[in-house]
């Protein structure tokens, strides 16, 4: 038998290779290429494979990439306001009524001889500077509309404050008045543009005391702005030391604005259609931000969201020519000059459609029928009475046969009642507190004195009693709430476990199961949510990013289609102006927001919950009734009733989805006037968010021996001590207990607890249930405005 053949070993790579021994000779370099016989080192292929790089690459490659960043850097700023982009857009804002923007302007326009003065129809003043070679857009909103300076403040490049110096330094108030300092703290909490300050009337004041009185007016400058340098305006050579500013500054960056395509209206035209009360709006202006793409939505403040038809490229009518010096204008009759950018195209347009349309028979075995129904609605409306001797017990009164009973319509107090409970009123306990105080204070009729004197009665008719009344019910209300935070009176006339049947007990508030999608509101089927909100976001500004269209810089005009003819006259009437931005994708959408808000010092009494507000989220602005609920972690929030001043809370509401970042501006209506109340920003477009509604039920130790106590005053009967037996209990000094059974029939119950009980101390129930805001969501447009103005 021949003998078979030895396989040879072959190391692989990662064969381990010890250290020789030092003999202390010198290996050549082709002695080592013998001795490895063509391997390679682990740690070369690996450094190969993942392409590391030397330290030389390394130098060169950073040197590349910082590079790459100074030249885009440059280039951005090079494009604003250059001679073919699109020019700054300033938005002049005196902080004192009593200041004239206009001859601000008209200095401006007058410091350099060079300069080239042209206007739009909707009082734009375009200024081109060859020196600097830029162009400026100088815009003036009105003073009496504070939304139209916000509306231009949203897309504009910079703001130029004025601030008089002839208006005395005596008195502080006097150089920025009330209304700049609302103007002040509004503009900068939806996100103010690059600011610059501009003092004006400078030599009006003694030369001996200029410097002092610059010095002073920096200060008062600094509250608001620390890092601004105020600039002096009055002469020609302080003018264009101010355009030197403004081409030169650093621009500040507005994430919710810079991310959108955004676009003032200088020439706007109304076009109507051949049938009907629509019409077509044509928008032209300097288009800035992000590409508009014809085929997505845009929103225009006042008047609501629209879709578009078309996008031209007119010539640009302010455009500077180099060789003659002038200005470019281009006639209404040459339509050889104006191209067709981009036209809709109906199966890409996203729709107007903002709200989901239920199925009814979605998960439903059956369905009653209309004779069903109407039979119901009937037998709710009627309630049967029972004719019983006095002092019989209900007990006592089921043995009485149900052919003597009657029928009788429910009072409306009953179907109110049943109302707000369908809702979940968050102020039914407090309304329960104090029915009695209420009911003893209807007793009694208002009376006034004959004899009054007549500065008296002209005060008295400025004054609203009712108002007043109101406001101090709601201060008594949110005081209690404070100081005995959620509790509430047992009632005696109904059984506890019918009014607090919808309510549940929690082991711990905070690490308790709830499931969201339990029993959730017939509206939860109107609105739209995202499988995945951050993903969703993500891939949104991804796209915005590759879109086609109309690029930043060009001068377009935008055709915005099915725009009410009346809703435009009225929008005229206010000279506000007109600004377009873009929308992203959804954006149009009903879903549940969730803002955080702070209280501002404007307005000091407490906010009732579902109270009628106005909200400015971002860029839209609308009407709704929000609720409140703590801003803390974890999947449970707590509900709040009042909205205190000096707080932080949460608002939640329905409203059309919007992607964070977005500041939220907050204002309620006070005689006639909108005033800020709080400032924020957008959270979160999550209807998964449980805000928890929370009720204390309060009882009294009557008996105390050791660690158990005869508890009374909770509850007062025995069935409602049995059905919430399972619930935990605890008390206001830091004890905790169970309730072990009741003692007669008069709601006294054996409770006990972890230690020895005080006398004085208060034993407390918890029961929570889940709230949702009520579909209350209305467009702050034109009519709305002017609907409020008048009541």
């Known amino acids: 038998m021949a003998l078979e053949k030895a396989v040879a070993h072959r190391p692989g790579a990662f064969k381990q290779s010890n250290k020789e021994h030092k003999h202390g000779r010198h290996r050549s370099k082709g002695s080592i290429s013998i001795s490895s016989k063509g391997k390679v080192s682990v740690k070369k292929l690996s450094k190969r494979n993942k392409r590391e790089l030397n330290r030389d690459q390394r130098r060169n490659q950073a040197m590349q990439i910082r590079q790459s960043k100074r030249d885009e850097v440059l280039a951005k700023k090079r494009s604003l306001g250059g001679m073919d982009f699109a020019p700054f857009l300033v938005c002049v804002v005196p902080l004192n009524k009593d200041i004239d923007p206009n001859t601000a302007l008209t200095l401006l326009c007058q410091c350099d001889q060079e300069a080239i003065v042209s206007k739009s129809s909707a009082n734009v003043t375009h200024i081109s500077v060859p020196r600097f070679k830029q162009r400026f857009s100088f815009v003036v909103p009105e003073r009496e509309h504070d939304f139209a300076i916000l509306d231009t403040l949203k897309v504009a490049d910079t703001v130029l404050f004025l601030i008089s110096a002839a208006t005395g330094i005596e008195n502080n108030e006097a150089i920025i008045d009330k209304w700049g300092n609302s103007i002040l703290s509004t503009s900068f909490a939806q996100g103010s543009p690059t600011p610059l300050v501009v003092i004006t009337d400078l030599e009006s004041v003694v030369p001996k005391k200029r410097n002092e009185h610059k010095q002073q007016i920096q200060k008062i400058v600094n509250k608001w702005l620390p890092e601004e340098k105020v600039m002096v305006m009055d002469k020609n050579v302080d003018g264009v030391n101010v355009l030197r500013k403004i081409g030169n500054q650093k621009r500040k960056s507005i994430l919710y604005r810079d991310r959108r395509p955004h676009m003032f209206g200088e020439e706007v035209e109304f076009v109507a259609d051949t049938e009907g009360t629509l019409g077509t709006l044509k928008i032209s202006g300097y288009l800035r931000g992000t590409a508009l793409s014809v085929n997505q939505l845009i929103h225009i403040p006042g008047l609501g969201d629209f879709q578009m038809t078309q996008i031209d490229a007119p010539n640009d009518p302010h455009k500077f020519d180099k060789k003659n010096k002038d200005v470019n204008t281009m006639d209404s009759d040459d339509v050889s000059l104006i191209r067709v950018l981009e036209r809709c195209d109906p199966s890409k347009q996203e729709s107007l459609e903002s709200e989901n349309i239920p199925d009814p028979m979605d998960a439903e075995q059956t ?105 101090l019910d709601k201060i008594k209300a949110a005081k209690s709430d404070k100081e005995f935070p959620d509790e509430i009176d047992t009632p005696k006339e109904t059984p506890s476990r019918v009014r607090f049947q919808k309510y549940r007990g929690l082991e711990s508030f905070r690490t308790s199961p709830w499931d969201p999608k339990e029993n959730l509101p017939s509206d939860y089927a109107r609105i739209f949510q995202f499988q995945n909100f951050d993903r969703t976001k993500k891939r949104v500004m991804s796209d915005q990013e590759d879109k086609d269209g109309a690029l930043p810089g060009w001068y377009i005009t935008v055709y915005v289609k099915h725009v009410s003819h009346l809703l435009w006259e009225n929008f005229k009437q206010t000279n506000a102006p007109v600004t377009l931005i873009g929308m992203f994708p959804h ?109 204390v039920l309060s009882g009294y130790p009557f008996k105390i021996h050791k660690k158990s106590a005869v508890i009374r005053f909770m509850f007062f009967n025995r069935e409602d001590i049995v059905y919430f037996k399972p619930i935990k209990l605890r008390t206001k000094m830091g004890r905790s207990g169970h309730i072990k059974e009741p003692l007669g029939t008069h709601g006294h119950m054996k409770c006990i607890f972890d230690g020895h009980l005080n006398s004085q101390d208060t034993v407390l129930l918890n029961l929570y249930k889940r709230i949702f805001p009520k579909w209350t969501y209305q467009d702050f447009i034109v009519s709305c405005f002017n609907e409020n103005m008048e009541n």
């Open 367 to 471: 369905w009653p029928t209309q004779e069903e129904m109407e039979t119901a609605e009937k037998e709710q409306k009627l309630k049967k009475v029972k004719k019983v001797p006095k002092g019989w017990s209900d007990y006592q009164a089921a043995w009485i046969p149900d052919d003597d009973t009657e029928f009788q319509q429910d009072q409306s107090d009953n179907d109110d009642q049943d109302l707000n409970d369908e809702f979940m009123d968050a102020m039914s306990e407090v309304i329960s507190e104090n029915s009695e105080a209420d009911n003893g204070d209807q007793d009694f009729a208002s009376v006034t004195e004959s004899e009054v004197a007549v500065n008296d009665e002209k005060y008295d008719k400025d004054i609203d009693v009712f108002a007043e009344m109101e406001e």
């Open 587 to 695: 954006e149009h959408k009903m879903s549940v927001l969730n803002v955080v808000l702070r209280r501002t010092q404007n307005y000091n009494l407490p906010i009732k919950s579902k109270e009628r507000l106005v909200f400015q989220c971002g860029y839209r602005r609308f009407i709704t009734n929000p609720i409140f609920s703590s801003h803390t972690n974890g999947q449970k929030h707590k509900f709040e009733r009042f909205f205190q001043p000096d707080s932080t809370m949460v608002a939640t509401f329905y409203a059309p989805i919007q992607f964070p970042p977005a500041p939220v501006l907050c204002y309620k209506e006070i005689n006639n006037k909108l005033v800020l109340v709080a400032n924020g920003s957008l959270l979160s477009c999550n209807p998964n968010r449980m805000v928890i509604k929370r009720i």
